[in-house]
């Protein structure tokens, strides 16, 4: 930026489009403003100024002018100045990044009052009362968020004045009792501060300005930005806008609106009202709302104009809108609208629904769903029964079935979660500094607070189970104790289950049924059926849709032939992966012990003939259920440790054996042959392709079977499609090797069998060498699968069984990747060798079948790199398939 660059702009200068300059509180109160909707006038200032303010430890030259001509424009409007003596314009200082980030930052109010505005205002206002209660708010504001003093010591003076009055409630108190609080204030502020409560209307507001500048780096801003995935350079705007009162008496209010229900989807009125409150009162959950349909009968004028404008809203922004409004002296202003934040069901009903009203169309509608929100809905809900007792209803805030251990405080909710506890968080209301308490539990259970209260807001974000407003617990944070209405006491540790979808809470366990969308994928719901709800319509119509448009394939990660049979249901094209290790666990294991560890030809050929019938029973069931479809099976890839006893634990017991003087020779020669194979880093060791070639007959006999399986279907009337692969190559030379070696025998089965069963061979790039020397590989592989989870491993040097719980928490802190390279690939590095491989094997062979089989197949972000690369599959575990549907359908867009 040079100087001549313009930081501010007025709200009619803006559009909604230009949230990442303006952020999208600026952005949107821009729109509404051209849209002639009733918006206070105000300005803001861009996320430019803040990154330069981040960046330089100070704002740029250019803006205390900047910001002087468009205050000066604003008192012109409002034929008002500001914090003028007899008449003050007041202004709000609203912080507003380009992605929502609710609660995280700051926000100011009544900016301008000082001890003599606060005479005008009242006089103006026609009320002493509500100008001394407005100076409160704005000292405690302040003082709280610009000059850093414990929020508390506001809170305890605030509620001493009440105590020496007698009363609980703020209403109470009058003009003088206010007067004499502002009076304690301001007396926190020089002792905390040493200085007097800034008089000089402007330097409150650069100050307020500075100070959202700097909460884009709070902890809880932080912390919610790592979790959502926001960029940490992003800077947030900032807009000051002229205040309008919502608490000027019973004809003024202030309240919070959606356009259609964010629980569920349903159209309808939905919002909260509160009379005679101002700004965060209702977000905050402080005092109880009354729904917003009752606006009707309190201001039926103001209710009218509200649903006029909401419907316009919604069409304008083809979308869920949510709305802050304030009512004052019966006007209606706008203060606040946006593209709502919604739960997975609804996000799923409105698309098909807005479809339906000709606002979008189905790409559209695809769009606006994510695989995230669909995996949500896969998760389970509670069913009656059980030993569980309802203790109360509140309202259903976010979905979902949580059961855990109560916990009162967010350090409790984190520490027990570290040690591997279920919990659920209970509080009277969540205010921002419980984020880490609610990302650590599994349910937020609060007793105040409605739909739009900061637990509910956030938990919908998080996709996280909310129960809130549950007004007839009586919660004692303080006692670590709940009290229900009839008598029972819920202590810190006892299990409570919540539901998110009904708002029940219960003592105990509940026992959960399926959701109806896996019910749907199962084929147990038909979609056109009476038993089809609206979500189970909708998810059919959206992924049919997804499915239309997407290039990429998706097979499934499966290895027995009720998983295969299950993802093949939920829309599986086949298997990219059976790792035939996972066949040889429980029982089988000692065979497969016995084969690595066999001293003579006699031993080895004895252990694999036990192995063969079983395998070739395990592939004749997998190629029946899949049918018609690819079936990748991956020869054996055992890490060694996973398969011999434990050199330490089998030394002890040797030693044990032999002190106790019985000598067992079989032990003795097991003991030697694991201490002789034993590996310091059994992931980098003899596995894969490396056992194959060391281990002769090994690898023949799963190819004997897999095409003995293959010929038993074909003469049987299937139509199985086998793709053999080989794991952990690194030099075109293993593969030949035992390329050459799987030809001989599939050749000898076909000819024996006469029979013919057309199949691929191909391996895994997972070793980064693989990806390098792709080009080569390709001249003897038929296909490719990218086995993502090794790639990351040996590419990082992360070990993929120890990093995450070692370090990763701290990487992550550090923000030094933003989400585990294990979970969401990294397009940079890996990916990067992934392109690498793609273009060589490409070239090398255009007909290279090219597909993912590692944990990344099935990650939303990671599918649409890989349709972005070119690769014509994904695989995942059975239950990802639809979100990898959904996800390719959305890659394609
Ligand atoms: C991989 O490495 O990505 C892979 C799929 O193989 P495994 O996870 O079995 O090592
Ligand atoms: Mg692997």
């Known amino acids: ?54 960046e330089h430890g100070g704002t740029p030259d250019e803006l205390d002018a900047q910001v002087g001509e468009h205050l000066a424009a604003l008192e012109k409007a409002m034929g008002k100045t500001l914090g003028d003596a007899a008449d003050p314009l007041l202004v709000s200082v609203r912080s ?114 500075n100070a959202v500048f700097d909460s884009w780096n709070s902890d809880r801003a932080v912390i919610y930005r790592r979790r959502e995935r926001i960029p940490s350079d992003a800077g947030t705007a900032v807009n000051v806008c002229a205040m309008v009162f919502g608490n000027l008496g019973m004809d003024s209010g202030t309240g919070v609106a959606f356009t259609r229900d964010p629980g569920s989807g349903a159209q309808g009125v939905y919002g909260d009202y509160l009379q005679n409150a101002q700004g965060e009162d209702v977000v905050a959950g402080i005092r109880n709302t009354v729904p917003l349909a009752d606006l009707r009968g309190i201001d039926e004028g103001a209710y009218d104009e509200l649903m006029g404008i909401m419907s316009r809203l919604e069409s304008h922004y083809r979308d869920l809108c949510d709305i802050e409004f304030t009512v004052e002296r019966n006007k209606l202003w706008m203060l606040q609208t946006r593209v709502g934040k919604r739960t997975a069901e609804a996000a799923f009903v409105i698309a098909t629904q807005l479809v339906d009203e000709g606002l979008i169309d189905m790409d559209e509608a695809v769009r606006r769903v994510t695989g995230d929100q669909l995996a949500q809905l896969m998760f389970p809900r509670f069913i009656a029964g059980g030993n569980a007792r309802q203790l109360t209803q509140g309202m259903n805030a976010s979905p979902g079935a949580a059961v855990g251990k109560a916990v009162f405080s967010s350090e409790t909710a984190v520490a027990w979660e570290e040690r591997g506890e279920q919990v ?186 036990a192995l063969e019938p079983l395998q070739r029973q395990d592939f004749l069931e997998i190629f029946e259920a899949m049918d018609g479809l690819p079936v990748t099976v991956r020869l054996l890839d055992p890490p060694l440790h996973e398969f011999l006893p434990d050199l330490t634990e089998l030394s002890v017991r040797v030693a044990v054996a032999e002190a106790e003087g019985h000598h067992d020779e079989g032990q003795l020669r097991l003991l030697a042959a694991v201490r002789r194979m034993h590996e310091e880093n059994p992931m980098l060791g003899l596995r894969g392709v490396r056992l194959g070639l060391v281990v002769p007959g090994l690898f023949a006999m799963q190819v004997r079977a897999i095409a003995e399986a293959a010929c038993e279907r074909k003469k049987a009337g299937g139509d199985p499609r086998p793709e053999i692969m080989i794991p952990l190559v690194g030099a075109v030379q ?43 590989i390709a001249g003897s592989a038929e296909f490719f699968s990218f086995g993502t989870n090794d790639l990351t491993q040996m590419t990082w040097g992360f070990s993929r069984d120890d990093v995450e719980a070692a370090f990763f928490h701290a990487y992550l802190d550090k923000g030094i990747f933003g989400v585990s390279p294990f979970e969401s690939i990294d397009r940079d590095g890996v990916g990067k060798l992934v392109e690498i491989a793609v273009e060589a094997g490409r070239a090398a062979r255009p007909d290279l079948k090219l597909g993912v089989c590692g944990e990344h197949g099935g990650d939303p972000e990671s599918v649409h790199f890989f349709h972005d690369v070119g690769l014509d599959y994904v695989s995942c575990s059975p239950f990802r398939v639809p979100v990898a549907r959904l996800e390719a359908g959305r890659a394609a867009l």
């Open 734 to 776: 293993e593969l030949e090797a035992i390329r050459e070696e799987s030809v001989r025998v599939l050749t000898e089965v076909f000819e024996r069998e006469r029979c013919e069963v057309d199949g691929l061979l191909g391996t895994m790039i997972e070793v980064p060498r693989a990806a390098l020397t792709a080009g080569e």
């Open 424 to 609: 659920i968080l209970v509080r009277r209301e969540t205010n921002p500094d419980d984020l880490s308490g609610m990302i650590a539990a599994r349910g937020v259970l609060t007793s105040r607070g409605g739909k739009t209260s900061h637990a509910a807001v956030v938990a919908r974000g998080m996709g996280k189970t909310c129960v809130c407003g549950a007004e007839e617990l009586q919660v004692d944070t303080k006692a670590r104790r709940f009290t229900a209405p009839d008598g029972s006491v819920v202590e810190e540790g006892d299990v409570i289950s919540i539901d998110g979808s009904t708002g029940r809470v219960w003592l105990g366990e509940v026992p959960v049924e399926p959701s109806s969308v896996v019910r749907y994928f199962e084929g147990e719901i038909d979609p056109g059926s009476e038993d089809a709800d609206e979500l189970v319509r909708s998810v059919h119509r959206i992924l049919g849709h997804a499915d239309e448009v997407r290039r990429l394939d998706v097979r499934t990660n499966a290895d027995t032939p009720e998983d295969s049979a299950r993802a093949r249901r939920f829309g599986a094209h086949g298997i990219g992966l059976c790792r035939t290790e996972h066949m040889f666990l429980g029982d089988r294991r000692r065979h497969v012990e016995k084969l690595i560890l066999a001293e003579s030809d006699d031993d080895r050929q004895a252990a694999l003939d």
């Open 96 to 209: 507003g990044a380009a992605a929502s980030m609710p609660g995280m930052m700051e926000t100011v109010l009544n900016v301008g009052l000082n001890d003599e505005s606060v005479q005008g205002l009242a006089e103006q206002a026609g009320s002493e009362r509500f100008a001394w209660d407005s100076y409160r708010r704005l000292i405690q504001m302040f003082g709280k968020t610009v000059l850093g003093i414990d929020g508390e010591l506001f809170d305890e003076a605030f509620d001493e004045v009440k105590r020496e009055q007698g009363t609980e409630s703020d209403l109470d108190l009058d003009a003088d009792h206010l007067r004499d609080v502002v009076a304690r204030f301001k007396a926190i502020v020089r002792d905390h501060t040493g200085r007097d409560f800034p008089q000089e209307p402007r330097e409150q507001m650069d100050l307020a300005i």
């Open 1 to 54: 930026m040079s100087s001549g660059d313009t930081w501010v702009y007025d709200f009619s200068q803006g559009s909604k489009d230009q949230k990442d300059l303006l952020g999208g509180k600026g952005a949107n109160l821009a729109e509404m403003t051209n849209l002639g909707l009733p918006v206070p006038p105000g300005f803001t200032i861009t996320t430019d100024a803040c990154r330069y303010y981040l």
